[in-house]
């Protein structure tokens, strides 16, 4: 397992992340605590430190299965979680980015975690009866406490967390260090605006869903099923041409399906990293194997062709060639912009 840091800090994450949401999930697609010890031990012996969980995660059970997972080995891991969705039916305050439910559910994640604080704390969706103001603000308040190291923010659009970040750097508050999405080979709009939003902050990027609840497995096409039932063909020619895709370099190379999804996304520009759940061990060794993966530059145009979408305007537009020379200029693909090791060159870009 190699290391990133978490965005513009200086903490040092795994270049995957163990997702905890099905740890103590009921209806036969969770883990027990025997099992998620057992995958939280494998997870670590492979040099992985981040684990990810929230609130309302198997309604608090996740939660307290890591704490007691981690007793006594609290300090090896970064142990992130998230507040907003609501945890309590009637109570109007239960839900939302206010201050009053961040304080709560904080409060309640620790005495479930088994710890005097959270290495990081997702947003975890945007609430717009809330001012980005009273968010920002209150979280930073939470981290001069020292309940909380770091913050960031899951399930935005993106030009509010460009201007969460803007308002949290101009008042000296805390900003967001990292952005959690939902990003893989089925679902690439995220490149539109919140990957290039997240690369011009500076902001890891936490890909949850890398393998599209398992269709990325090709496990559907096997008659197996999983947490969305049993499936049958791809919903749309698109998505077929895209499995079709992941099969064929996971074929051509030697690997499983879910390592050649998740490499693609570890190949991605910027500061990404996948979000991995299992709830067997044999899953989630086949998921460490994607550390391993590399795809050659066919395996990647393969990839890259069967699942790209549309940018939509102003992207598109700008990339039309006469705009682009009108834009920049005759010797556009001349300039190297080497002002941030996140950015790409103007023709990378183009």
């Known amino acids: 397992m190699r290391y990133t840091l978490f965005g513009r800090t200086g903490l040092r994450v795994s270049e995957l992340s163990l997702g905890a949401m099905v740890m103590g999930a009921d209806g036969g697609h969770g883990s027990d605590q025997d099992t998620s010890a057992r995958i939280v031990d494998a997870y670590a012996d492979a040099g992985g430190n981040f684990i990810d969980t929230a609130d309302i995660y198997a309604g608090g059970a996740s939660e307290r299965i890591i704490g007691e997972v981690l007793r006594g080995r609290r300090e090896e891991f970064v142990l992130a979680s998230k507040y907003t969705c609501g945890t309590r039916d009637g109570d109007v305050s239960a839900a939302g980015n206010h201050r009053k439910n961040l304080v709560q559910s904080v409060e309640a994640s620790l005495a479930r975690l088994r710890t005097d604080r959270l290495d990081v704390l997702w947003v975890h969706a945007r609430d717009n009866f809330t001012p980005v103001e009273e968010v920002m603000r209150a979280l930073d308040d939470l981290v001069r406490t020292g ?92 998505e077929e041409a895209v499995v079709d895709a992941v099969l064929r370099v996971a074929e051509q190379g030697g690997w499983s399906p879910a390592q050649v999804a998740l490499a693609w996304l570890l190949s991605r520009p910027g500061n990404v990293v996948p979000i991995v759940a299992a709830t067997r061990e044999s899953q989630l060794a086949d998921n460490l194997g994607a550390v391993d993966v590399r795809l050659d530059a066919d395996a990647l145009a393969l990839l890259d062709e069967a699942s790209a979408v549309p940018l939509g305007f102003p992207h598109d537009f700008l990339r039309e060639p006469q705009v682009t020379r009108t834009v920049y200029g005759d010797r556009w693909a001349d300039v190297d912009d080497r002002r941030s090791t996140y950015r790409r060159t103007v023709h990378d870009v183009l």
């Open 147 to 238: 309940r909380v190291l770091y913050v960031g923010v899951s399930d935005w659009p993106a030009w509010e967390i460009a201007q969460a970040n803007t308002l949290a750097e101009l008042r000296g508050w805390t900003a967001f260090a990292g952005s959690q999405l939902r990003y893989n080979l089925l679902e690439r709009t995220p490149e539109r605006d919140l990957l290039p939003q997240a690369r011009a902050f500076d902001l890891a990027v936490f890909a949850w869903a890398p393998l599209a609840a398992g269709k990325l497995t090709g496990k559907y096409r096997r008659g197996e099923a999983g947490r969305l039932g049993a499936q049958g063909a791809a919903a749309d020619p698109r």
